[in-house]
């Protein structure tokens, strides 16, 4: 079954296009990376697929239910941290976890005894009192406690030390074996090429590129990095040129063969030839 799918989805804001005609498929059981620097249309996605803002055209369905018609049916099978964390000030963080699992029809108190443990989420005190790592802590809990067929997750990491962060895939990464759709979005690519299965690329408001993130990774594309002098114009297929005081680097994409040539009728003082990184190879995309 397909756990999200759009079909040319836009969201306007009068003449600005927050989403513009997207095209995106999640199927269940996926851990989904969704790409994208600020202002790319992550979040206006997200909130669109939540029924939190309206779609100006175009569809969408989670699990087979329309994001419009069947709204409150979809919402009980699915977990949301927002990117931005708030809640009733006066209450505390054990108030807000049993509030949130009321709403779910559930009892969800030893999942959520479970996670506040292995996040060190102190659910005495109060939420006005906490730290931004330990609001966003609390809002995983009750995004997760009722154990969700999918997970809506929004730049889910901020405000997580390191520590914290690892715990945190840990856990995602149980609940998806559990069988959990995740679709996180990110602007961090190095937490999409070390836990997500798929990505996908979000540019303007538009998917510039989908698929499984090794397939991503196999553009052909070498990162060759230098000191010297090499003419970068005598060949096409070079990219995202950086230069330093001591190193210069670029993504090739041409012939591998016609780049060894010019390498060694130029002169090269040291070189390297690797695989680029998610990273290198997502810029590479936006600067197309």
């Known amino acids: 079954?397909?756990?999200?799918?759009?079909?040319?989805?836009?969201?306007?804001?009068?003449?600005?296009?927050?989403?513009?005609?997207?095209?995106?498929?999640?199927?269940?059981?996926?851990?989904?990376?969704?790409?994208?620097?600020?202002?790319?249309?992550?979040?206006?996605?997200?909130?669109?697929?939540?029924?939190?803002?309206?779609?100006?055209?175009?569809?969408?369905?989670?699990?087979?239910?329309?994001?419009?018609?069947?709204?409150?049916?979809?919402?009980?099978?699915?977990?949301?941290?927002?990117?931005?964390?708030?809640?009733?000030?006066?209450?505390?963080?054990?108030?807000?976890?049993?509030?949130?699992?009321?709403?779910?029809?559930?009892?969800?108190?030893k999942k959520a005894a479970e996670l506040c443990e292995r996040l060190s989420l102190d659910t005495s005190k109060k939420v006005d009192e906490l730290s931004l790592g330990n609001r966003k802590k609390a809002g995983i809990v009750c995004a997760i406690q009722h154990q969700p067929k999918l997970l809506i997750l929004d730049e889910p990491t901020s405000g997580l030390d390191p520590l914290m962060q690892m715990e945190f895939f840990k856990i995602l990464t149980e609940e998806n074996l559990h069988g959990s759709t995740v679709f996180l979005s990110s602007h961090i690519l190095s937490e999409v090429q070390s836990y997500c299965q798929y990505a996908a690329f979000i540019k303007n408001g538009k998917i510039i590129v989908s698929d499984k993130v090794e397939k991503l990774e196999e553009t052909g594309a070498k990162k060759v990095s230098f000191v010297g002098n090499f003419d970068t114009s005598s060949l096409t297929g070079i990219s995202d040129i950086k230069q330093s005081d001591k190193m210069c680097s670029f993504l090739y994409t041409g012939d591998i063969k016609k780049l060894l040539k010019a390498l060694a009728e130029s002169d090269i003082k040291d070189l390297s030839i690797t695989e680029p990184t998610l990273e290198e190879i997502f810029m590479n995309y936006y600067e197309v």
């Open 1 to 109: 079954m397909v756990a999200i799918k759009t079909d040319k989805l836009t969201k306007k804001y009068g003449d600005i296009y927050g989403i513009k005609e997207l095209d995106l498929t999640v199927k269940e059981g996926d851990f989904f990376g969704f790409i994208g620097p600020n202002g790319a249309g992550k979040s206006t996605t997200i909130r669109t697929l939540l029924g939190l803002i309206s779609p100006t055209s175009g569809s969408a369905t989670i699990f087979g239910m329309d994001i419009v018609k069947e709204h409150d049916k979809i919402l009980k099978d699915i977990g949301y941290l927002p990117s931005e964390i708030n809640f009733y000030n006066k209450m505390t963080v054990k108030d807000v976890i049993d509030f949130s699992a009321s709403l779910k029809h559930k009892d969800c108190s």
